[in-house]
């Protein structure tokens, strides 16, 4: 058997550039970018995802030498989709860490910290406890699953080409951002206020009574407040989270012009 080489490239072409595609959204999205998840695992499920996918692809995949001056525009075009996708996914997640943050300075469990399993980085015990239940609903919600349908799906809406995000959708993207910290902001505004009126209330008792000391009272009753109303505000928090998840899903639908 021979081949020329305009077919090869052809063959090349029609599975390498989804799998790029596919490969950068895994690379960037929560959970599959996680360092409990290894990095063969992650390109072993993009080789299966890109492999379960091709018939439903679209034909005419450009067959070129990828690396030619083409092809490394196009490669560059199918790794910014790909990050584009897991990167609104991270500011989601990202909302939550923040309001667990917040929320754990203002009850005093900010020297707290541990490592995140998701980014090797320190955080407070409250944003990590946030972070592992919504990773929880996220895959309970299938969140995994439209991400790779919609990625999927992106390849009917913007094929592969040398063309690809245009201007005015890194603009929604970088203007989306702002969620993030409102999300977080409302994640953690119930706590933030009752701590407020708590250290008001001790703040009175401690100028009422001087002979009180303030950290062997406040530290605890500040503690224990913040746990009761972590338990009262998680389905709150859940809620908040999932409507955050539906506006992200909901915004590369919009910049990926897909309809459902």
Do not use: C
């Amino acid at each position: 058997m021979s081949f020329s080489e305009a077919q090869l490239d052809a063959f090349l072409g029609a599975y390498l550039w989804p799998l790029i595609r596919i490969g950068a959204m895994m690379m960037a999205s929560p959970v599959f970018n996680s360092r409990q998840f290894p990095v063969r695992m992650r390109m072993g499920l993009a080789l299966l995802i890109t492999w379960v996918a091709m018939p439903s692809l679209p034909t005419g995949m450009p067959s070129m030498d990828v690396l030619s001056h083409d092809g490394f525009i196009i490669l560059l075009q199918q790794i910014a989709i790909g990050v584009t996708m897991g990167f609104i996914l991270q500011m989601v997640f990202g909302a939550v860490v923040f309001g667990g943050q917040a929320m754990a300075y203002s009850m005093g469990l900010g020297f707290a910290n541990m490592v995140d399993p998701q980014n090797g980085v320190q955080v407070p015990v409250v944003a990590q406890f946030y972070l592992i239940l919504t990773t929880l609903v996220f895959l309970l919600l299938n969140g995994h699953l439209i991400l790779i349908e919609l990625v999927v799906d992106s390849f009917q809406t913007i094929p592969v080409a040398k063309s690809g995000l245009s201007s005015t959708s890194i603009h929604d993207i970088i203007s989306w951002a702002s969620r993030m910290f409102a999300g977080g902001l409302m994640i953690a505004l119930p706590m933030m206020g009752a701590m407020l009126m708590i250290n008001m209330g001790m703040g009175v008792v401690m100028r009422a009574a001087p002979q009180l000391n303030i950290f062997s009272i406040g530290f605890p009753i500040t503690m224990l407040m913040g746990f009761v109303l972590i338990s009262v505000t998680l389905p709150n928090v859940l809620d908040l989270f999932s409507h955050l998840l539906n506006e992200g899903f909901q915004l590369m639908m919009q910049i990926f012009q897909i309809t459902r």
